[in-house]
């Protein structure tokens, strides 16, 4: 997958060592008289080592990389001692790095080890140093009747949801069933959070205006891998624009080693469901069912999902 990661000028390194000794993850080690990054999975890119540097050797770039992984880099940093570790998490507390602290507080209580953090989660009025909105969370879903003309409640259980800000590793969507919908799906469907999002995990986007879609197919293999999800509901209007969302949900899912059931649901513009069908991963096609329980369909019209076009046929 892409994601932020450092990089280490080899020309301006002059091996003094002061990079490693500030990385508690063990992700660089002096080799040869030069700095060298020993393992993607450790290194967290935020950076913690650049103001170590006294060359200014060392930078963050994007890049093809294995995900970080919290519960291997803390294997590293116990047997440094406490220092160390305290150093660590409060490296994760002032990053706003939520979603790995409560990984490394868990694994901490679970296996009884002693830590000392004054403070375990960042400050409210801390000046944030990435954007608040992507900052990774879960919640439990609200619970209210939906009957009696109660206000309906929200059923969405993490933050973020789009697709470019959240995280293959949060914790949220580990053995999750997994919901990507088109943006405009939620205000066409008038019962998306009891129908679609009650009991699941989120991700939205929009095939036709968001950048850099390549980043998605990445993302979306990487959940699949990693998170061991176990399923996935493609929700998409029927405008032809919208297919593009199906094509990158089955293009990640042939790459991924791990295989998931899919179902595309298509969703006309008046907020009717024009199809409910499971996705062939090989072929592209699709049989046409009324819901995600597999229901005859009974709304007007169905809908043909094929490579390039969606279309509504009565």
């Known amino acids: 997958m892409k994601r932020k990661i450092i990089a280490i000028d080899q020309e301006k390194c002059n091996g003094c060592g002061l990079c490693a000794s500030g990385c508690p993850e063990g992700a660089l080690k002096i080799i040869d008289g030069k700095a060298r990054l020993v393992g993607d999975l450790l290194c967290d890119g935020l950076g913690a080592c650049l103001q170590t540097c006294p060359e200014n050797a ?35 507390s002032s990053h706003g790095q939520t979603t790995y602290l409560n990984q490394a507080l868990s694994y901490l209580r679970e296996h009884q080890i002693p830590f000392d953090l004054s403070q375990e989660a960042p400050a409210a009025h801390s000046i ?25 409640p929200s059923r969405l259980m993490h933050w973020p949801i789009q697709l470019h800000l959240i995280s293959p590793a949060a914790p949220h969507y580990r053995n999750s069933d997994l919901l990507i919908a088109a943006d405009c799906v939620a205000f066409s ?57 199906l094509r990158l949900v089955r293009e990640a899912a042939s790459r991924a080693a791990h295989k998931v059931p899919i179902r595309c649901v298509v969703v006309g513009i008046r907020g009717e469901i024009l199809s409910d069908s499971p996705v062939d ?34």
Do not use: W
């Open 58 to 92: 060392i930078s963050i770039e994007e890049r093809e990389a294995e995900p970080y992984n919290e519960i291997t880099a803390l294997e590293n940093i116990i047997p440094q001692g406490q220092n160390v570790l305290k150093a660590h998490l409060e490296h994760l």
């Open 128 to 152: 944030p140093r990435h954007c608040p909105g992507s900052q990774s969370m879960a919640f439990p879903s609200r619970q209210g009747s939906e009957e009696n003309g109660e206000a309906r």
């Open 189 to 245: 469907l008038g019962d998306f959070h009891r129908d679609f999002l009650k009991g699941r995990t989120l991700a939205i986007a929009c095939p036709k205006l968001d950048t850099r879609q390549e980043v998605y197919t990445e993302k979306l293999t990487a959940m699949i891998d990693q998170a061991g999800l176990k399923s996935i509901s493609v929700l998409i209007m029927q405008v032809p624009c919208c297919n593009g969302l």
């Open 281 to 314: 991963i090989e072929s592209g096609t699709s049989g046409k069912t009324g819901s995600l329980t597999g229901e005859p369909l009974k709304a007007v019209g169905t809908a043909s999902i094929k490579e390039g076009s969606i279309g509504m046929f009565s």
